[in-house]
């Protein structure tokens, strides 16, 4: 049998205690075998680290814990760590559903020109309780323009992006423009594509 990709998924994370706990669940609990998930914590005060210890040693994760200059700093760290052949981040808020990352290499291996790719995300607004699906249409330039974001929680690349078009700017706020640069280095190209499949959750609505 054909080895698989190790899937490297990094948590940029910062007094996310409340939720860091399902968030590692989520990951340990996927249905695909090869993932090595780093977490990169930026010297949290709260009880994010004992949560963390909680879980070292019983699955593929490792973790540092120190000051940095905020989730995207943390996002590049954890890239320049992983091994991974296909990456992803996942903020310490999100989930991933438990066949997400399956469900991403799976479509990476059929599509072996594809280089990125997103599904859709299920918002949880955790003041009511209720559960919300978004749906995110076919990456374009034009559409991207007009919405500005993907759902961080379900977007997967190969670790060729990183090596054409480098790490996240840290010096803006949000992930926008590495998206927007993906799609400038690839215009033309139809190999970003929306896997149509529920992929992330994110659970930090409170509206």
Not at 69 to 76: I, T
Not at 107 to 116: I, K, S
Not at 132 to 139: A, D, I, K, Q, T
Not at 183 to 195: A, I, M, P, S, T
Request: hydrophobic share 40%; charged share 25%.
């Amino acid at each position: 049998m054909e080895k698989l990709p190790l899937v490297s998924i990094i948590i940029p994370s910062y007094n996310q205690g409340e939720f860091i706990e399902d968030n590692i669940l989520s990951i340990k609990n996927q249905n695909y075998p090869d993932i090595e998930n780093i977490i990169i914590d930026g010297a949290s005060t709260d009880n994010t680290l004992t949560v963390i210890r909680k879980y070292e040693g019983t699955y593929n994760m490792r973790w540092i814990s120190e000051p940095d200059d905020g989730s995207l700093a943390a996002v590049n760290k954890g890239l320049c760590k992983a091994h991974g052949d296909i990456l992803a981040y996942l903020p310490a808020d999100d989930l991933y559903l438990p066949w997400t990352v399956s469900a991403a290499v799976e479509y990476f291996e059929h599509h072996p020109g594809v280089e990125v790719i997103y599904g859709d995300m299920i918002n949880i607004n955790l003041g009511t309780g209720r559960n919300r699906l978004v749906l995110y249409p076919h990456f374009t330039l034009p559409s991207w323009r007009r919405r500005g974001v993907l759902p961080t929680p379900a977007v997967f690349f190969r670790r060729s992006v990183v090596e054409k078009v480098g790490l996240f700017d840290e010096s803006i706020v949000g992930d926008a423009e590495y998206w927007l640069r993906i799609g400038r280095r690839y215009r033309g190209n139809w190999f970003v594509l929306d896997l149509e499949s529920e992929m992330g959750v994110k659970l930090s609505e409170r509206h």
